[in-house]
């Protein structure tokens, strides 16, 4: 059952799709007041209380115990004690022998969510703005819940099964010829690839919609040639437009007034990687479909999929910023430098970027009213992602374009996926990917992963090894990494071969992995879940926080600490470990329900599947176009019949029916029960 509350005049953000009326009736369980413009919910928290939700945020699955913002924040070196991130996900599911219940605050304002921080005893969510529609969401189960949910925001994003192959990204290509290399390293090495990332170093003096006629003079051969090889291209695109007489973009904007203005009707500039820019009103459905029809060109040539990114909008700095810093410095200097002159001088230069007053001073138009952005802060990133998903329906509408950004709100999941933003290489940061997926997943994102390998600092052999051991099961899997640090592609490296088999792994459960992934998506599911979900009468599994459920078979626990041989894991049932090196060497060990210690050197990891149910691996290839979706091996520990279903589709059909496109399998066990492998032939087609 799902009841809305209204607070306030909400601005409508199109999170949700289903239309309900509000309730009359008191908000149960939390204790509301309204102080200052603000509104806030307190709830006082059972003891076994577990907090699954908001998506993109910092520390474990479970949220207690910890202070969030909803703000979406351009933050390159976040690390536990971070706040807010790249993103808003209002969505918090409140689990208890007491009560089962979700809530989703329909505010695109900051959002504060104490839970557990002031007082280990107490939650306390609380809306800056007080404009805002509550939705109460009550089913009897979590996973009842998550199609509540789902049900309330729409459907999740479709990518292509291109999509789920391997991606090399990095800062840094600027040319066809270093794009060549990177694609001939791999085929000759035979380390598959589906798809290579261009940085902004691709464009022309960084400018969206431009490149560099001197690094990629024909970009349509290019593109041609390269998915000759079945490799597709993968631009970003930023959200600013540079302020430049003569530059189209701009031109065609500034004429059609689509810029962000500041309150004396003046557009707002800041400076981002081109300089000085204009930022789209992307609130406004004309500036959106003036900046989605930019896409054309590059899908005319070619192109497939992007990647939007700095859309929170990120600014590094205005003139305002700049001229307060420096007069503040004058200040400081005047006076007796001590150490807290020092500590404030580092603070009102770190401030000059993504200052709160310059998100104060300029303003969105919207049904003919000018609204503050710092209202609205949070939809920026997600109607940038709707202005490119409504563009390529418009323009390519028999099929799907890979489409993930860095900033979002719910509804932009309907839109496109979303990478967990410019992480490290940091083995925190490898677990905190582990961890974030759950809650995305039950927000509704289920095209999401991390930046494996770290995107800033200097990786290690081992650790990008452990981030592709995660990568294999992630629907995003791209290595990406920043200038100036360790070259990170995978043939660097002296054990290479190790990660080229790791990603071979990948590609051999590719077909499995694309099916579980549509039908979650289309039964409105989750792709990963916590333990808990599935076993929430069963204390161990509703502590785990470092593994996952995968689908309806499977369970992941990868390796993610330092020299680590192996590690313990809990089973909450009998289970089969399949333990991978690579797609044609690895064990099958049965399991027990309960507690073990698995033995994992550098180039094993694990895959673990329930009893009764099957994982199906193909012959695999050099990239998601040559994969054999036919035959396979099935693997399963069984006492009885084991019946299982394979989603497979032609990868572009935008809306698929999920009942016309199943296959299903029925396995016998062994005599006697145990490990079940057998060869499993599909129908072609």
Request: charge should be negative; include cysteine.
């Amino acid at each position: 059952m799902i009841r809305k509350h209204t607070f306030g005049t909400p601005f409508p953000t199109d999170a949700v799709v289903l239309s309900l009326p509000a309730e009359e009736n008191p908000l149960p369980y939390f204790i509301l007041t309204r102080e200052n413009g603000q509104v806030s919910l307190t709830l006082r928290l059972h003891p076994e209380e577990k907090l699954y939700g908001l998506g993109e945020a910092v520390r474990g699955m479970n949220k207690r115990g910890f202070l969030y913002r909803s703000w979406n924040s351009d933050v390159f070196n976040h690390t536990e004690s971070t706040e807010s991130l790249y993103a808003s996900h209002n969505l918090l599911v409140f689990f208890s022998p007491e009560h089962l219940f979700g809530i989703y605050l329909d505010d695109p304002g900051q959002v504060t969510w104490d839970l557990g921080y002031t007082r280990m005893d107490t939650a306390v969510i609380t809306s800056e703005n007080g404009d805002l529609d509550l939705y109460l969401l009550e089913e009897d189960s979590l996973p009842a819940l998550a199609r509540s949910f789902r049900r309330l925001t729409g459907r999740s994003y479709l990518p292509p099964r291109w999509a789920f192959g391997y991606i090399q990204s990095r800062w840094g290509y600027a040319s066809e010829a270093e794009v060549r290399r990177v694609a001939r390293e791999h085929r000759q090495r035979g380390i598959p690839l589906d798809g290579i990332c261009l940085d902004i170093d691709y464009m022309e003096d960084f400018k969206n919609f431009t490149w560099r006629k001197d690094g990629f003079p024909d970009l349509k051969l290019f593109s041609t040639e390269m998915k000759q090889d079945h490799i597709r291209l993968i631009p970003i695109i930023d959200a600013a437009i540079r302020t430049e007489e003569g530059y189209a973009p701009y031109d065609s904007g500034k004429a059609g007034g689509f810029f962000c203005r500041r309150e004396d009707g003046s557009d707002f500039e800041a400076a981002v990687w081109p300089g000085f820019c204009c930022f789209p009103d992307f609130l406004r459905e004309d500036a959106r479909r003036w900046f989605g029809d930019l896409y054309r060109p590059l899908l005319e040539a070619g192109i497939e999929g992007f990647w939007n990114d700095m859309n929170e909008p990120a600014l590094f700095y205005t003139e305002r910023g700049v001229r307060e810093a420096f007069r503040r410095a004058d200040e400081l200097r005047s006076g007796r430098v001590d150490y807290e002159a020092m500590w404030d001088m580092n603070h009102v230069f770190n401030s000059i970027a993504n200052n709160p007053e310059d998100y104060r001073s300029f303003f969105h138009e919207a049904d003919g009213r000018k609204i503050r952005h710092d209202r609205v802060h949070n939809l920026y990133g997600a109607f940038m992602t709707r202005a490119a998903a409504d563009s390529f329906r418009r323009f390519r509408p028999s099929g799907r374009v890979l489409l993930f950004s860095r900033s979002s709100f719910i509804g932009a999941h309907r839109n496109g996926g979303i990478w967990q933003g410019d992480n490290f290489s940091w083995w925190s940061h490898l677990k905190m990917a582990l961890q974030m997926l759950p809650g995305l997943n039950l927000c509704g994102f289920l095209y999401s992963g991390c930046d494996l390998g770290g995107f800033g600092c200097n990786v290690t052999e081992d650790l990008l090894e452990r981030f592709l051991q995660l990568g294999v099961f992630t629907p995003l899997m791209r290595n990406h990494s920043a200038l100036h640090t360790r070259d990170q592609e995978i043939y660097r490296f002296s054990i290479w071969e190790t990660m080229r088999d790791t990603v071979r792994v990948r590609y051999a459960l590719l077909p499995f992995l694309y099916s579980e992934f549509m039908k979650a998506a289309l039964t409105d599911g989750m792709y990963f879940r916590p333990l808990a979900f599935d076993y929430p009468e069963d204390p161990r599994a509703v502590s785990t926080e470092d593994q996952l459920l995968l689908g309806e078979s499977c369970m992941i626990a990868p390796v993610l600490e330092q020299n680590a041989s192996g590690r313990y894991v809990y089973l909450p049932e009998d289970m089969l470990m399949i333990r991978f090196r690579s797609p044609e060497d690895y064990d099958t060990v049965p399991l027990e329900k309960g507690d073990h210690r698995i033995r994992l050197s550098l180039g094993e990891f694990p895959l673990f599947v329930r009893k009764n149910r099957a994982v199906l691996l193909c012959s695999g290839g050099e990239c998601s176009e040559s994969l054999d979706d036919t035959s396979f091996t099935a693997l399963a520990l069984a006492n009885s019949p084991v019946v299982c279903t394979l989603y497979r589709d032609d990868g572009q059909d935008p809306s698929p029916v999920l009942t016309e496109h199943l296959i299903r399998l029925s396995l016998d066990p062994p005599a006697g029960g145990g490990i079940l492998r057998q060869h499993v032939s599909c129908p072609a087609g």
